[in-house]
């Protein structure tokens, strides 16, 4: 019996892989995500929450995950372990009231009555900045004076933030967290298909001849023509189409805040569009040599991937190294 079992097993396997249909460049199913018991335990808050006053749990998860990105990109996460699940900071003189006299205040009626916006969250009596229940509670008392609808909520993050890139990006978290339910999209994938053969090495602030006097903001990945190029991260497409510098590009918003930008593409996956949901190790173009000229120009210089990180911490998006990243995934990748 067993070993019948074994010949059905092998046979099976031999039959996935000679199925007809599947693309060479297939991606490989995505792993259950990891059991972070921290994650777990913030999603539980979240779900509480959702089931308590009806504001989808996704909601309040693309916010928190903004405001850690945002924490990240300006340097003020600390390495000190912290008791909170979440990283939401309302300024003290919103919570408490620009007039209150005492910028500390947990009181929930004086805070009122200095028209500050901190409530109490858990019941305790006490309007707490610090605690996570009191800060949710908090925002989900502001946005559902706007309505529960999408529209409504957009509206409502439009009056919290006042920043358009701020509600765009917010509302993307939103859908990706919608699609995936967890919170475990923290996976990354090194941009060509371990199997392909290319070379890269850094590249970063080198001069650039074409287009006036500009650096290199990204690493050049050589590989030939018509390869693959995989999607960095869980993610949404923010841009695709032409650009005079990059030629067919895309570009690629991540769970980090991190625009991703693959350049001198010679094609894109067929029906990849703006907005769509990408994942690690998701196919998404092919490496070319299109750009320096008008749509269409290509041949300039020989076939790579540009690619190159970009981080916005609430003005102008500024460029970084990817190449210190693209070593880690590429061993990861190898890895796995």
């Not at 779900?47 to 998860?61: D, K, N, R």
């Not at 209150?100 to 916006?117: A, H, L, W």
Request: hydrophobic share 30%; with cysteine; glycine share 12%.
């Amino acid at each position: 019996m067993r070993v019948f079992r074994l010949i059905m097993q092998i046979g099976l396997s031999v039959a996935v892989l000679l199925a007809p249909g599947l693309p060479a460049t297939a991606k490989a199913p995505s792993a259950a995500p990891a059991k972070d018991p921290v994650k777990q335990e913030r999603l539980q808050l979240f779900q509480e929450l959702e089931a308590t006053h009806g504001i989808p749990w996704t909601y309040l998860a693309a916010i928190d995950q903004y405001e850690r990105a945002m924490q990240v990109g300006r340097k003020q996460k600390s390495d000190a372990p912290s008791a909170r699940l979440t990283a939401i900071e309302i300024p003290a003189d919103r919570w408490c009231g620009p007039l209150n006299p005492d910028q500390d205040d947990t009181n929930p009626d004086s805070i009122r009555f200095f028209e500050g916006v901190g409530v109490d969250g858990d019941g305790d009596g006490k309007a707490e900045r610090t605690n996570d229940r009191d800060v949710l509670a908090t925002l989900i008392h502001h946005f559902s004076s706007y309505g529960y609808a999408r529209e409504d909520w957009l509206i409502g993050l439009w009056n919290y933030y006042q920043r358009d890139r701020a509600v765009r990006t917010i509302d993307q978290f939103s859908t990706i967290y919608e699609k995936y339910q967890h919170l475990d999209l923290d996976g990354r994938s090194f941009p060509i298909p371990s199997r392909y053969t290319y070379s890269y090495r850094s590249t970063w602030g080198y001069p650039r001849g074409w287009g006036g006097r500009r650096i290199h903001e990204g690493t050049d990945i050589f590989a030939s023509h018509g390869t693959p190029v995989l999607s960095t991260g869980y993610g949404i497409i923010e841009v695709i189409g032409w650009n005079r510098y990059g030629g067919w590009r895309i570009g690629m918003r991540d769970m980090s805040n991190v625009y991703h930008y693959f350049a001198h593409l010679s094609s894109f996956k067929k029906g990849l569009k703006q907005g769509d949901i990408v994942e690690p190790g998701e196919v998404i173009g092919y490496v070319g040599s299109s750009g320096y000229g008008k749509p269409g120009t290509s041949g300039k210089f020989p076939p790579h991937l540009h690619y190159g990180m970009y981080r916005e911490t609430g003005g102008n998006e500024w460029a970084f190294d990817p190449y210190p990243y693209l070593i880690r995934w590429e061993r990861q990748s190898r890895k796995r």
